[in-house]
């Protein structure tokens, strides 16, 4: 016991000591008589020249030192000032074995980082070339690099890490960086940081404020943040609480606008666990409000996720302007007023999966689920909505451009204004196939109803899969216009030549409002009955079209051409044929078919039909043409053949001699143009036509002259030898011969 009490007091003693010590040093050592030797050797060791102009003080209790006015330049312009330093840590904790840092004090912190036109920053000249070569460096350090210490880990022991801290501020201090090779200027100023209390495992204060600023763009943010932090002794818990921040910022992208955002919630991390979870965490961006609860578990590359996220509802235009951003353009002003966003966040390990899915935009809904595979990117979404017309979202038409007098018109595609043919633009690849290749997709999508490019299709369903370059349109179908359709499609993009085939089935769409809401044009009218079947190569727009092979089936019941009078044509040449004018009343637009069906083969840019074939009043239709996409021409001929009266005009009556005879039409010119201008009456080929009427009419000549002859010669002849009954049969077999 006397061994132990004698040891107690040798300790206690020399800790007076020291104590005596460090008070005689502080007493009698005047700091400020040593600068110069600090100067001299910070200039001895690095590039920097070291400038102590204010004073240096230390104190004992609390053990301190302070730095006043200190600056260091670097090839003679300034590198780092600093107004004042203090560092205090208090004596009774090194005594305790528990150092805490009673006063921490930054005052007027300015650095200047300057990156050069050849890309070196001023920072890294700060040290001296080393004298020693690169391998002799890496030689004397492995030689000189002490064992690796025990650690807590290592020995097994968990000593958790003592810190205490009872004040801590930074006050305006500023970094400043500029590269020269592109003109970026950076500052971050007015910086400081308030901290009290500072106690591993407990809650601390924070207050915190900055001005950040560039000017490529010209751009300023001024923040504000207050939370209250946590950290455990481990230092692998986390915790914020109570976060109150706000961001002013203003500048060129916000087009000379001031916009306030803030940032609030509960943060909390387990780094040993592996978890973090965000509560009542919410953004506020101008007008807009995210709100959102989420829990992660596991930090790797399988993370599970569960919470909620709600993007509460506002109005997209009134966002771009509080954002100093350009509205949109929309045929509807009153559209972009109202959007909302909200689900819920869950999933197994390694995926995101959003569940009670909704989505509002203006008076359109959509619910559904997404899910999204972190690992391998897989994506699979199912949603439903009711009712949207994209019209409305679309920009307004240019009616005065459409109106235009025609000098006033741009020079068509492919001219340079003055009749020469210039080079086409370089095309580029629709589809990125690398990017096709990576996806895995298996999207369902329903609507009930859309309006887009003023059609209206209804119930519309639509499911798509994508594997390893192998996509699918396995449905896309819905109502219209009293019909239905159903279009299945395949992209092969494994290759880089990707194929396509696409095919089609439409069932009694009713073509006049079809084409009318389409394109306003009132050309066709009738029930479709539609099949498609077509293949192409490539992924460039000329490519596809060049490549183009299928048919297309079509069939029309009962319909009528619309403003295209075929009947009117039809007897303009048979007036003509009977020396005859037609008159001017009586004749309407339209002309009603029957069982109009043909075949369009698709051969590249060329769409030729052979086939066509339609029953009219007192006449049938068939035609045949092509027309090229390419150049949009269609070269189309059609045979009236006329079979019955066509109509009362007495000019157009149908004589033996006129039965049978085929009525050219012909089709040509831009199918972009006039409907009515394409289709007229075939003068040049009716010569041939008038040779047949001619023979007709000479041949039913000869034949009414033989019967008179047989009538009035052969028969008196007869009836002198035989019965009225044998007569009248030799006289019928007779005409027979001159059919």
Known sequence: ??????????????????????????????????????????????????????????????????????????????????????AQVDFWSLIAMAPAVDTFILDGLDARMVKNKDGQGNWQRVMPEPTETPEEADTAAAQDEPAEPETAETS???????????EVRINNAKVHYIDESTGQDVTLEDFSVTANDITLGQFFPLEMGFRFATNKPDFEVIGKINARLMANEALKQFEIQDLDSSFEMNGEP???????TGLTGNITADLENETASLKDFALAVADLTLKANLDVTGFGESPKLAGDLKLEEFSIRKLLAELGQADINTSDPDVLEKASFST????????????????????????????????????ALNLQGDKINVDRYLPPKDESAAAGDSSDQPAESGSDGAGKTAAPADESDLLPLETLRGLALDINLGLEELIASNLTISDIKSKITANNGLIKVQQFGGNLYEGDFNVTATLDARKDNPTWKISERANNIQTLPLLTDLAEVTLLSGGANLTADITTQGNRMSTLRNNAKGDINFKLAEGSFNKMNLTRMACTGIAFANGESLGTDGWGTTTPFNDMHGTLKIDGNTINNTDLTAALAGMELKGDGTVDLKSS???????????????RDKACRVTEYVEGVVIPVECRGDISGEPAK???????????TLKGMASNAAKQKAKDEANKAIDDKVGKELEKHVDKETSDKVKDALKGLFK
């Not at 102009?53 to 600056?71: F, K, R, T």
């Not at 966040?345 to 997404?370: A, E, R």
């Open 1 to 86: 016991m006397k061994a132990l009490r004698y040891v107690l007091i040798a300790i206690a003693g020399i800790v007076v000591l020291l104590v005596a010590a460090v008070v005689v040093a502080t007493m009698v050592l005047d700091p400020n008589d040593y600068k110069p030797q600090i100067e001299k050797v910070v200039e001895k060791n690095t590039n920097l020249d070291l400038i102590l102009a204010g004073d240096i003080d230390w104190s004992l209790i609390p053990i301190g030192l302070e730095l006043n006015d200190v600056e260091a330049k670097l090839d003679g312009e300034q590198f780092v000032s600093l107004k004042q330093l203090v």
């Open 156 to 166: 097994g022991d968990s000593a958790p890490l003592k810190f205490n801290v009872e």
């Open 254 to 260: 916000l087009n000379g606008k001031t916009i306030t």
């Open 344 to 379: 819920d966040i869950g999933g197994d390990s390694g995926k995101v999966q959003l569940d009670n899915l909704k989505l509002v935009l203006d008076d359109t809904t959509f619910n559904g689920s997404f899910g999204l595979g972190l690992e391998n990117t897989a994506i």
């Open 633 to 647: 021409n269609l070269d189309y001929e059609i045979g009236l053949r006329v079979v019955g009266e066509l109509h």
């Open 678 to 688: 394409l289709c007229s009456f075939d003068g040049s080929r009716f010569r041939d």
